[in-house]
T-cell receptor, first 110, second 113 residues
């Protein structure tokens, strides 16, 4: 069955550093991958989408890579700020409806 | 705001109650979704509606009953729930089902006593 893995342990980093979050998947060939941000008690908010034929996508301080050989996506936040603290979800799509991972919590310390 | 509004934000109900969750989207989208989010678990897709027709039902117990009267409104009717149904229930919409960005509401935090 399809499986999406995101690190269940929170990622703690210092302000100003680059945060890197990982999304691994198995038994799946997604046409695209999305990253969402979710704050406590709120719904996820879309950040970036990267397609299977794209290696990298950027948006301001955010960068996403997609390696279909490794079956992995990396999500980077450069010059991180305490306001970036949240849970980040990856979602894989292709046939119909995206499938979400459980998310990784990021905590940026001032 | 995301353009998707959910009410109520919080709901406490007993196992014998009947209640409804409401979702409204102001984005002109054709597809609407219900998700369940429990602690430490991925988002679980419950129902998908496309142009007011249900197109997916992920083996959800019959105590959850969706209704989509038009493309802007989605309801989730609840009856005789169990304590394990306590979770955050999220509504989302997208332009079309499938290869599309989803816009989520803030969710309804449901507690079943």
């Amino acid at each position: 069955s399809q499986k999406i893995e995101q690190n269940s342990e929170a990622l703690n980093i210092q302000e100003g550093k680059t945060a890197t979050l990982t999304c691994n998947y198995t038994n799946y060939s997604p046409a695209y991958l999305q990253w969402y941000r979710q704050d406590p008690g709120r719904g996820p908010v879309f950040l970036l989408l990267i397609r299977e034929n794209e290696k990298e996508k950027r948006k301001e301080r955010l960068k996403v890579t997609f390696d279909t050989t490794l079956k992995q996506s990396l999500f980077h936040i450069t010059a991180s700020q305490p306001a970036d603290s949240a849970t980040y979800l990856c979602a894989l799509g292709g046939s119909y409806i995206p499938t979400f991972g459980r998310g990784t919590s990021l905590i940026v310390h001032p | 705001e995301t353009g998707v509004t959910q009410t109520p934000r919080h709901l406490v109900m007993g196992m014998t109650n009947k209640k409804s969750l409401k979702c409204e989207q102001h984005l002109g989208h054709n597809a609407m979704y219900w998700y369940k989010q429990s602690a430490k678990k991925p988002l679980e897709l419950m129902f998908v509606y496309s142009l007011e027709e249900r197109v997916e039902n992920n083996s959800v117990p019959s105590r959850f009953s969706p209704e989509c009267p038009n493309s802007s409104h989605l309801f989730l009717h609840l009856h005789t729930l169990q304590p394990e149904d306590s979770a955050l229930y999220l509504c989302a919409s997208s332009q079309d089902p499938g290869l599309d960005i989803q816009y989520f509401g803030a969710g309804t935090r449901l507690s079943v006593l």
